[in-house]
């Protein structure tokens, strides 16, 4: 537990951590960034909270009136 | 290089340690700046801007005692459960606001608490530094506390839970700096997970597609994304300059959020392993308590300790809404399952669902 270690082992323990961390492979952002705006415009026609839902559809739109579940 | 680690051993002091670690900051700092070719909102120059947003409350959750630490929707899409100071924890209807089920904890500042994933149980624990699961029974005058299951322990207060793909295990966070995955049936920790060097505050589980990872963020400014199976960190990332109160893993999986108070969010990109947007205005001066995101990923909602909730443009990094409502100070914040609506609970001891 980290509150229970020494200063000392903490370091050792995130020093451990960096020299696998310096390994990693990793991409560049001008790929990564391209995809992830990609992903999101693919997905953005189907996202209720920015296209909006109509009044009728949307369960948490005004209340009254009948739901069917 | 087995020459120059003999020699090191001796000198293994404090100061050794930190200058070695300080060395390997910088390098690893480099080796991702290579990568670093261009910013995310350039590359999102050309998507068309987001139209004006109206996003109004549309339910007001009244029945807490005081202030409501934690919310999680179930899968069905309608209910939630909420935790309090009070010790109380509540499951709503989130469309009619009717309260199905109450479970008085033997202690109080419950922080956190999660809708298994049939819907049939929910999670919770605190300063009690355990977590609990109590089954929700059909019969409203059933007492849930009898049944309840004491799953984690740890050896200070939970921060975060949350069911992995299934009822049977739980993910744990604790301010004793671990996280912990247990088996819910016989309380046993299946693997902890150790890397972080003070308390942790919150975690999030990929989405199931992504495999086997879960991300944590605690007050030593770092957020780490860990291998389930293994226990192993696989990338930390310490950008923030101050304590991370909340992650969310971005819908795809390849990216992560955080939020701060340091009064930011950030996003990183796990296949470039950086920071790739910061959430900020100089108006915003306030800790982030809580993240989410839309359905697609668009949008960023953030909890304020002002109170407020701003939403963001991941992509442009531009802020496109600014929500008021709470009285005090917003402490946590989920998108509904299906991304209808989104619901924020407060210190002003009531949840709103905004849609």
């Known amino acids: 537990m980290a509150r ?54 949307n369960p948490f739109r005004e209340k009254g009136g009948c739901i069917i579940t | 290089m087995a020459a120059q680690e003999v020699a090191s051993q001796p000198s293994d002091t404090l100061t050794t340690l930190k200058t070695e670690s300080e060395t390997l900051k910088t390098k690893l700092e480099e080796e991702r700046a290579k990568l670093h070719d261009v910013e995310l909102h350039q590359v999102a120059e050309k998507i068309e801007a987001l139209g004006q947003f109206v996003m109004k409350t549309r339910r007001t959750l009244k029945g807490h005692g005081n202030k409501v630490l934690c919310m999680d929707w179930c899968k069905d899409k309608r209910r939630i459960v909420s935790s309090s100071q ?97 088996d819910v049936e016989s309380g046993q920790m299946l693997q902890s997970f150790h890397g972080h060097a003070a308390d942790v505050l919150c975690l999030d589980l990929a989405p199931s597609e992504t495999g086997n990872t879960f991300v944590s963020g605690g ?18 990332f310490e950008t923030h300059e101050s304590d991370i109160n909340s992650v969310r893993y971005y819908p795809s999986g390849d990216a992560f959020a955080s939020g701060s108070d340091d009064a930011t969010c950030r996003l990183y990109d796990l296949r470039a392993d950086r920071e790739v947007a910061i959430y900020s205005k100089e108006s915003i001066i306030f800790g982030t308590s809580s993240v989410d995101f839309s359905l697609s990923g668009r949008l960023l909602f953030g909890g304020y300790n002002d109170y407020t909730i701003n939403v963001w443009d991941v992509l442009k990094g531009t802020r496109v809404s600014i929500l008021f409502g709470h009285e005090n100070r917003v402490s946590t914040l989920r998108v509904s399952p299906d991304g209808t609506a989104f619901c924020s609970g407060s210190w002003d001891h009531t949840l709103r669902i905004w849609a």
Request: with cysteine; glycine share 4%; charged share 25%.
């Open chain 1, 4 to 57: 229970d270690m020494s200063d000392k082992d903490i370091l050792k323990m995130e020093l451990e951590q960096l020299q696998k961390e310096v390994k990693n492979t990793r991409e560049p952002v001008s790929k990564t960034a391209k995809e992830i705006c990609e992903w999101v415009e693919a997905q953005s026609a189907e996202d209720p909270l920015i296209k909006g839902v109509p009044e009728d559809k």
């Open chain 2, 86 to 182: 009070d010790g109380k924890v509540i499951v709503w209807d989130a469309f009619t606001t009717n309260k199905e089920h109450a479970v008085t904890m033997p202690c109080t500042w419950v922080m956190a608490c999660a809708y298994a994933p049939s819907g049939c149980a929910v999670a919770c624990g605190g300063l009690d530094n355990k977590c609990s699961v109590y089954p929700l029974s059909l019969d409203k005058n059933e007492n849930l506390a009898a049944k309840k299951k004491s799953v984690a322990m740890h050896t200070n207060y939970l921060s975060a839970c949350c069911f992995t793909n299934s009822d049977m295990q739980i993910l744990t966070s604790s301010g004793d700096g671990t996280c912990a995955l247990w």
């Open chain 2, 219 to 236: 007050c030593d400014k770092k957020a780490c994304v860990w291998d389930m199976r293994t226990g192993q960190c696989i990338q930390s």
